[in-house]
């Protein structure tokens, strides 16, 4: 392990200090009063209802035109940055990609210390959307956080010295964590990820102390005749069974918790929300049979057992990749005159849930953006009313919204001010359709369908008119007349996470690298920063000797980043930031673009089966980190214009024999041989000649 920076003598006296003025820790009086801090964040969400709402109101709608950048810091990677920091007592502590740690003082930005768990580079291959983490939790003197490659780690909050390290999940299945630990009555909850590749979900809390594992709640049940599994989750086994058809524990089944994990304070219990099914294909995972438990669905599970209390499932035996792992929020809300203690979730599938908290039961669902795949909510059964052909067992069905989901994992927020949600949507359509020649790859990509269904176009026009339909709101959603208050318009999708604050603002930043500040009432945009690279994380806000901050992670990546280009041959991403701002800040800042290196040429002459085989494993393999059509938005290298095009020897070193390895690119000599690899040099080969004709560099036809 690496450990660097300067600690302060003064800080290492203060044992079991989490980075305070006071020396206080942080424990579970204090995040429960979190709200009663508004100079600190000390959770994920701000406080344990998860509202993302600062009380802070020196920076207001009158005055925030006049803020500026107080302090920056630049790191070593242009991965996705997507980590929510956390503050306390003058100490920000954060996340970059790769699962390293950071802390900074909150005031100067100084490097107090830093961390690197050396995450294996091939670890980078199980992960589906970026090598991403979203942040860290801090308890008792330690900070805790998830590594990509499975570890739960807790460091000393002062020093940044390991305290100590689980291994959470099984290294030799593709499981990964990009997600937040929650610290919840002196355990550590974390989840995983990896459904993509046939994993089975769970989520597990471990003792904070000495990281001993506490409990473990299996989101999908053991295969057929497969013993119980010694967890909590032990006493729902046959109830999810029954809803499970075929041989499910082949591709592990899916239901990953990577994401949403809330603690429910007024009924002493733990809201997850649960992923996909693996595979997505429905009719593939579970011969088209039934509901599939847990997977779409949130859980809510006793704090101190992880016994099952109820559930609701959004998305019954989902096929689109629908997951319910979006954000929730706890709220007190008046509904029909009373009370009620709600969550609200808008997850990937388009509705806005607003679900009684005390037994599951649905209050409302209404869709927030168009949706195709159901008319709408059955409020007698709380199931979906699904159109005709949805689930594409007649044919291809083009979806909305589809896999990038109407909401993803970008933070929303919740003002009780004005009463409204924050909400980051999409419109992202995508074509659904049977892989009738699937047959699955232990470890490998297994959604079992069909992504030669979109295909995309080499004109540049037909190309432009494609990204057109792709859009992206911030929408202040009324959450008890379930409806759209006002909305701003982007012109494309993947934008980052929201804030509200007292001072009647919004802020979020978006792809196109703008982070901005709009009037939390109307909507009317105040202000905006240009950070030169695209943001998708979510900003926090906390005070320093009575000076209010504003913070965010700015780096583009993720999952739409990887597999989509949002515009046409964009350049190579810089490096991620962290920026800190405060009304007068005028710290310089500036981002130097790279340019574009040409397409490659490539002189080896193919055959037309090669290319035509080459689009396929391309399509079906590698697209959805090096984008469909070898078309790359600039996180990761396009492979056009990788020099290794041009030369088979120099293709296989690195797609079978995995020299690059150490920087994510591991061999596929697990699923690919030399002749494979060779005929998707064929079709990218055929990709970088329409490249470099589209840039005035020569002929289009394949070789």
Not at 45 to 67: C, H, M
Not at 301 to 327: I, M, N, R, S
Request: glycine fraction near 12%; aromatic fraction near 10%; charged fraction near 20%.
């Amino acid at each position: 392990m690496k450990r660097s920076g300067v600690v302060l003598a003064a800080l290492m006296l203060l044992a079991g200090c989490s980075g305070g003025n006071d020396g206080r820790v942080v424990d579970d009086a204090r995040l429960l009063a979190a709200a009663e801090e508004s100079g600190n964040w000390l959770t994920h969400g701000g406080t344990y209802e998860e509202q993302r709402f600062s009380r802070l109101d020196a920076i207001t709608a009158d005055n925030v035109d006049g803020l500026g950048l107080a302090w920056s810091h630049e790191f070593d990677t242009n991965r996705g940055q997507e980590a929510t920091p956390i503050v306390v007592d003058g100490t920000l502590y954060t996340t970059s990609a790769w699962s390293k740690v950071f802390a900074f003082d909150a005031a100067t930005g100084e490097l107090k210390w830093s961390f690197d768990p050396e995450v294996p580079g091939e670890a980078g291959f199980n992960a589906c959307c970026d090598v991403v983490n979203r942040g860290v939790a801090v308890y008792e003197g330690k900070v805790y956080f998830g590594t990509l490659d499975g570890r739960l780690i807790a460091l000393d909050a002062d020093s940044g010295e390991q305290v100590w390290s689980v291994v959470t999940v099984d290294q030799s299945k593709p499981y990964t964590i990009t997600g937040a630990p929650r610290v919840v009555k002196g355990r550590v909850l974390i989840g995983n990820g990896g459904a993509e590749y046939g994993v089975r979900g769970y989520v597990s809390a471990y003792d904070a102390d000495d990281g001993s594992l506490a409990w473990r709640f299996y989101t999908v049940p053991p295969g057929p005749g497969a013993p119980p599994d010694g967890a909590a989750s032990d006493s729902v086994i046959e109830r999810a069974r029954a809803t499970w058809s075929g041989d499910w524990s082949r591709f592990g089944g899916g239901g990953t918790v990577w994401d949403a994990i809330v603690y429910d304070a007024a009924f002493d219990q733990v809201l997850i929300g649960v992923g996909n099914g693996s595979p997505w294909n429905h009719q593939v995972r579970s011969e088209g049979r039934g509901d599939n438990l847990f997977i779409s669905s949130v859980v809510a599970l006793d704090a101190d057992t992880g016994q099952y209390k109820w559930h609701y499932q959004g998305t019954p035996g989902e096929t689109w990749d629908f997951t319910q792992t979006q954000p929730i929020i706890l709220a007190d809300l008046t509904i029909g005159g009373s009370p009620r203690k709600v969550m609200m979730q808008a997850p990937k599938n388009g509705f806005f849930y607003v679900i009684d908290r005390s037994n599951g039961q649905l209050v409302s669902a209404e869709n927030f953006v168009p949706t195709n795949w159901a008319t709408g909510i059955d409020m007698a059964t709380g199931r979906p009313i699904e159109a005709p052909n949805a689930r594409y067992t007649n044919g291809p069905f083009l979806a909305m919204p589809s896999a990038l989901g109407a909401h993803n994992w970008h933070p929303m927020a919740f003002s009780p001010v004005t009463g409204l949600v924050y909400l980051p949507a999409q419109e992202v359509p995508m074509a659904y359709a049977n892989d009738a020649n699937f047959q699955g790859r232990e470890g490998g990509w297994n959604p079992a369908i069909d992504f030669l269904a979109n295909p995309v176009p080499d004109d540049p026009a037909q190309f432009r008119a494609i990204r057109a339909m792709l859009k992206g709101q911030l929408i202040a959603w009324d959450p008890v007349r379930q409806r759209e208050v006002w909305r701003v318009q982007y012109d494309g999708p993947w934008n980052g996470g929201v804030l509200a604050t007292a001072g009647n603002l919004v802020f979020q930043g978006n792809a196109r690298g703008q982070f901005q500040a709009f009037a939390a009432d109307t909507g009317r945009k105040l202000w905006s920063f240009e950070a030169g690279t695209g943001i998708i994380a979510p900003p926090i806000s906390y005070s320093v000797d009575g000076v209010q901050y504003v913070a965010i992670m700015a780096g583009y990546g993720g999952a739409y980043p990887l597999s989509s280009s949002f515009v046409d041959n964009p350049r190579p991403m810089p490096n991620g930031r962290l920026l800190v701002f405060r009304l007068g800040g005028d710290t310089p800042y500036s981002v130097e673009q790279m340019p574009n290196p040409p397409a490659v040429e490539v002189t080896t002459r193919f055959t037309a089966a090669q290319v035509e085989r080459g689009m396929r494993l391309y399509e079906s393999t590698c697209s959805v980190c090096h984008g469909p059509a070898a078309i790359s938005s600039g996180v990761l290298p396009d492979l056009r214009r990788r020099p290794s095009l041009a030369d088979a020897d120099s293709w296989n070193a690195v797609v079978i024999d995995g020299i690059l390895k150490d920087r994510g690119m591991r061999s596929f000599s697990r699923w690919m041989t030399a002749e494979d690899a060779e005929a998707v040099r064929a079709y990218v080969a055929g990709r970088a000649a329409v490249l470099r004709q589209q840039e005035g560099g020569g002929s289009a036809e394949r070789r």
